[in-house]
C-alpha cells in the first residue's frame, strides 16, 4: 500500500488558481457587458498555469511530478469518462443529422403542455439514472433530445439542461446499482436498503420541490423565441433513442450502449430522407468528437491536477483539518457536518463523487463512531453530499458533458441544477434537526460491517 502523504494546506492552491482563473476571467468580462464573457478563457487553457504550480509543489516536497501527472491524466476513470464523452458527441451528431432529434420533438411537443416540459425531463432522467445506476449514461442519453424540445419550445437551454442533470443525479444518489451508492454503504459498514431509506428522506423532499419549482418555471416560460418544430421527419427515427434507453435500462455497459446507438442511428440514416451515405456517417462522427475537445482536454488534465494535489499532501490535509473540527465536539450533528463536508471537500479536489467517497470513506467512519452516528446515516450523508458537490461543479464530468452536448457554457448551468441545491438544503436541515441519537450497539455495527 503506497505511502500516505504529509499534510500540506499549500497543495491546494493548485486547485484554487485554477478557479479563480475559470470563474475570474468570465466574472469580469460578463461584467463588461460582453453576453459570452465567460468563453474568452477556455478552461483547459485556465488549467495549464495550475498544472505548473502544481508540479513545482510536488517537485519541492521531492516528489516524482512528471510521473504523478501522467498517471493522473492516464486513470481509468478519467480514460472511461474520455470515450463516453467522444461516443456521446458522436451519437448526438449522428441523430441530429438524420432527424432523429427532430422526430423526438415533435412527439415530446405533440404529448406534452409547454409548462410540463421542465419537470417531465426532471423526472425521466431520475427514473433513467435510477434504473441504470450512471449520471453519466443518462445525461448521454437524454440530453440531445431535450436540447431539441427546448429549442422547439422556447425554453431557457440551461434550465432544461439543469433538469436533466438534477435528475440524473437524484438517480444516481439513490440507484442500488450506483457505485457510489455501492462505495458509501461498503466504507461505512452499512446494509443497502437500510441506507436506501435512510437517502430517501432527504432525496424525495428535494426531488417533490424540484419538480414543483420547475412546472412553475415551466408555466412562466419561454423565454427566448420558440424554433418551429420539423413536420417531414418521420416517426420512426426515434428508434435511436428508444434503443438506447432500453438497452441502458437494461444493464448494458454505456460504452457498449452508446456504440450500438451510433451504429443503429448510421445504418437508419440511410433509410431516413435526403440522402445520408457512409461518408456523411463518418463526418458526422468525426464532427461529434470535435465538439468535445474541450471537454476532453479539461478532464484528461484535471485527473492530472487532482492527482498532484493528492500526491503533495491536499486531500490528506484536508481530513486531517475536518478531523479535528469533528473531535472539537460530541454531538451528532457536529458529526454528520463533518462528515458532509470531507465527502464534499473530497469531490471539490478529485471532480468524481465515487473517488470521493473512497478516499474519504474511512475517516468519515471514525467520525460517525466517535459521535454514534449509525452506518446507514454516516453512508446517506456520504453520498448526499458528494453528489450535492458533483451535481454543480462547473468543471466536473456531469455539468461538463451536458454543456458540450448543448454547447453552453458550463458555468450557465450550475445555478440550474437546483435539485442539488434543494438536496443540500434538505441535508442541512436534516444535519441541524434536533433527534435522539439511534446509534445501533457495537455487535450490530460489526454485523453490517460483514455484510
Known amino acids: 500500500m503506497p505511502e500516505r502523504p504529509s499534510p ?11 478557479l479563480s482563473l475559470f470563474f475570474g476571467v468570465g466574472l469580469y468580462f460578463t461584467l463588461q457587458g460582453e453576453e459570452m464573457g465567460f468563453y474568452r478563457l477556455q478552461a483547459p487553457v485556465a488549467a495549464l498555469p495550475a498544472l505548473a504550480l502544481g508540479a513545482w509543489l510536488l517537485w519541492r516536497r521531492g516528489g516524482r511530478a512528471l510521473d504523478t501527472l501522467l498517471e493522473g491524466m492516464g486513470q481509468p476513470n478519467v480514460m472511461l469518462m474520455v470515450l463516453v464523452f467522444l461516443l456521446a458527441g458522436a451519437f448526438a451528431n449522428v441523430s441530429r443529422a438524420i432527424g432523429a432529434v427532430d422526430a423526438v420533438v415533435a412527439l415530446g411537443l405533440g404529448a406534452l403542455p409547454p409548462e410540463l416540459i421542465l419537470p417531465a425531463l426532471f423526472l425521466v432522467a431520475g427514473f433513467v439514472s435510477l434504473a441504470i445506476g450512471t449520471s453519466m449514461g443518462t445525461i448521454a442519453a437524454v440530453v440531445p433530445v431535450a436540447v431539441g424540445i427546448a429549442d ?54 428535494a426531488a417533490l420541490a424540484t419538480a414543483l419549482l420547475l412546472a412553475w418555471a415551466g408555466e412562466v416560460a419561454p423565454v427566448q423565441a420558440p424554433v418551429q418544430a420539423p413536420e417531414a421527419a418521420p416517426a420512426w427515427l426515434v428508434a435511436p433513442y428508444v434503443l438506447v434507453l432500453a438497452l441502458a435500462l437494461a444493464g448494458v455497459n454505456v460504452v457498449v450502449v452508446l456504440a450500438i446507438g451510433l451504429v443503429v442511428a448510421g445504418v437508419m440514416g440511410a433509410f431516413a430522407p435526403g440522402s445520408y ?39 490528506e490535509w484536508m481530513s486531517r483539518a475536518i478531523a479535528r473540527l469533528a473531535r472539537g465536539g460530541r454531538s451528532r450533528r457536529m458529526g454528520e457536518a463533518s462528515i458532509a463536508a470531507l465527502a464534499a471537500g473530497s469531490d471539490v479536489l478529485t471532480a468524481n463523487n465515487t473517488v470521493a467517497i473512497l478516499v474519504s470513506g474511512e475517516l468519515a467512519r471514525d467520525i460517525a463512531a466517535r459521535h454514534d452516528i449509525t452506518p446507514r446515516r454516516a453512508a446517506a450523508v456520504l453520498d ?19 454543456g458540450s452536448l448543448a454547447g453552453i457554457s458550463p458555468l450557465l448551468i450550475v445555478g440550474k441544477v437546483w435539485y442539488c441545491w434543494a438536496l443540500a438544503a434538505a441535508a442541512a436541515v436534516a444535519i441541524a434537526w434536533p433527534r435522539r441519537s439511534v446509534a445501533p450497539p457495537p455487535a450490530q455495527n460489526a454485523a453490517q460491517s460483514r455484510d
Open 8 to 18: 500540506s494546506a499549500l497543495a491546494l492552491t493548485p486547485l484554487l488558481l485554477f
Open 152 to 205: 422547439a419550445a422556447g425554453l431557457d437551454m440551461a434550465l432544461v439542461l439543469g433538469a436533466v442533470v438534477g435528475g440524473a443525479m437524484f438517480g444516481d444518489n439513490l440507484s442500488i446499482i450506483s457505485d457510489t451508492t455501492i462505495a458509501a454503504t461498503r466504507t461505512q459498514g452499512a446494509r443497502m436498503n437500510d441506507k436506501f431509506r435512510e437517502n430517501l428522506k432527504l432525496a424525495v423532499p
Open 277 to 315: 451515405d457512409p461518408v456523411s456517417f463518418g463526418s458526422d462522427i468525426y464532427a461529434g468528437f470535435e465538439s468535445m475537445v474541450e471537454i476532453t482536454l479539461l478532464s484528461i488534465l484535471i485527473g492530472g491536477l487532482a492527482a498532484m494535489t493528492r500526491a503533495a499532501g491536499g486531500l
Open 384 to 402: 448526499v453530499s458528494a453528489c450535492v458537490a458533483q451535481g454543480v461543479l462547473p468543471y466536473g464530468a456531469q455539468i461538463l458533458l451536458a
